[in-house]
């Protein structure tokens, strides 16, 4: 259906080709640090076929610290920041000022493409700043759906509305591919690339890797197995999560060489329920967020994953690991389905009774543990930078 793309849209594109301009012009916005993490490989990959693109790179400050960890891993220095990040901010704050803070920045750079990743407010905030400037979008990882507008809240919409503004959509796996053409997603926008969180993983994890923090650092490997927790979601604040603390104080409780490492998030909300319930527990770590290298080699010495977080189901099977979701959907049933995830939802005795088994029962952790990993291959990037620049005249889609 061309005619859903912009006269100016095209217009920029066909000038690019009849000008015989050399260059694709490539904005990338992102906010949180799961997002920096996913788009990092992606400006790796442009930023070193410097001959084909101009890469401009703007954060949002959705998040502070934890974006800054990753910016600093990976050697990125934005050309913008929006710093927009307030505590107990809402949706409509980030929505809003993403908006504002974008709005000169297009203006100003004029880029032939804006590349967004996944499904924050970041994202969906910057795909509508783009197409009020009938500039194209490039959406990584499209595709993930729940089907249940409030679950996750307000990921799942956040993604649906971006995908309607979307001219590359870049799928991680073919279940996201089929979602898209099921919504009437011409195949020839729908590229399949697998995910970048592989690629970004690949060059964090070392066999020999030294941990930085200190109570990390301290930790047994060998005589103790640790279980990595981590929930921040929003449909989790408050009694559901209280419900996953009540697990985890079963479970050491029930295990004496078990030890739970949970890194909290910065949201206050989840740091006090986490203070109150676990805080004095033995053998209950609460860290800070680590450094995104530090958090990859923790994840890959742990036994397994309890969490509520989409990117973790994505990384464990890459390094072997099983993973109970604390939800009760995901849009990443590929994990499911390979059976190297498994849903277990908020309520105490589920989490307990599939943990306990992941514990005791040595076929079924090494049933999980061993399953194929369906998300990628660690080129999702380059693959990405590839099609956009094949893709430079848009009449080929
Ligand atoms: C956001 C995304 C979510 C993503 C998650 C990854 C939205 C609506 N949510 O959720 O999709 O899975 O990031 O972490 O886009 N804070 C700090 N410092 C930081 C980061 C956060 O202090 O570096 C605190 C602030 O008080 C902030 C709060 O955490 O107000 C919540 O951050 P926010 O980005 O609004 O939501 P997340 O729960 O992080």
Request: aromatic share 8%; net charge negative.
């Amino acid at each position: 259906m061309e005619e859903n793309f912009a006269p100016d849209v095209w217009g920029r594109f066909f000038w690019m080709e009849g000008m015989g301009r050399s260059m694709v012009k490539v904005l990338t916005v992102f906010g949180t640090r799961p997002e920096a993490i996913k788009m990092a490989p992606v400006i790796r990959a442009l930023q070193s076929a410097r001959s084909r693109f101009d890469v401009k790179v703007v954060v949002t400050g959705q998040h502070r610290e934890m974006l800054d960890q990753v910016l600093d891993f990976f050697d990125i220095i934005p050309d913008h920041d929006l710093s927009i990040m307030r505590h107990g901010q809402t949706l409509t704050d980030i929505t809003c000022g993403v908006l504002k803070g974008l709005e000169p920045i297009l203006r100003s750079e004029s880029p032939d493409v804006v590349l967004v990743h996944g499904d924050t407010t970041t994202t969906f905030a910057a795909s509508l700043a783009a197409f009020y400037q009938q500039i194209a979008v490039g959406h990584v990882e499209a595709g993930l759906r729940s089907y249940d507008m409030y679950n996750p809240f307000p990921e799942e919409m956040n993604r649906r509305l971006t995908s309607s503004m979307t001219t590359f959509h870049f799928a991680p796996t073919h279940p996201a591919m089929a979602n898209l053409a099921k919504e009437g997603v011409p195949e020839s926008r729908i590229f399949l690339t697998g995910n970048t969180v592989i690629d970004a993983l690949l060059e964090a994890v070392k066999g020999d890797y030294v941990f930085f923090n200190p109570v990390l650092k301290e930790l047994d490997f060998v005589n103790e197995r640790v279980i990595l927790l981590t929930t921040h979601r929003r449909e989790n604040w408050g009694l559901p999560m209280e419900r996953i603390f009540q697990a985890v104080s079963q479970l050491v409780e029930d295990f004496p060489d078990v030890r739970v490492v949970f890194p909290v998030h910065k949201n206050p909300k989840i740091r006090e329920l986490a203070r109150s319930v676990l805080g004095k527990l033995p053998r209950v770590n609460l860290i800070e967020p680590p450094a995104y290298e530090e958090f990859a080699n923790l994840m890959a010495k742990s036994h397994f994953l309890l969490t509520d977080s989409g990117g973790l189901q994505e990384e464990a099977p890459s390094l072997g690991k099983p993973v109970l979701v604390l939800r009760d959907t995901t849009e990443r049933p590929e994990g499911v389905e390979a059976g190297t995830a498994l849903l277990v939802g908020t309520d105490t005795q589920r989490i307990v009774d599939e943990a306990t088994k992941l514990l005791t029962d040595g076929k079924a952790y090494a049933k999980m543990a061993d399953s194929p990993n369906p998300y990628g291959d660690g080129q999702a990037a380059p693959r990405i930078a590839e099609i956009l620049w094949e893709k430079r005249a848009l009449k080929d889609l």
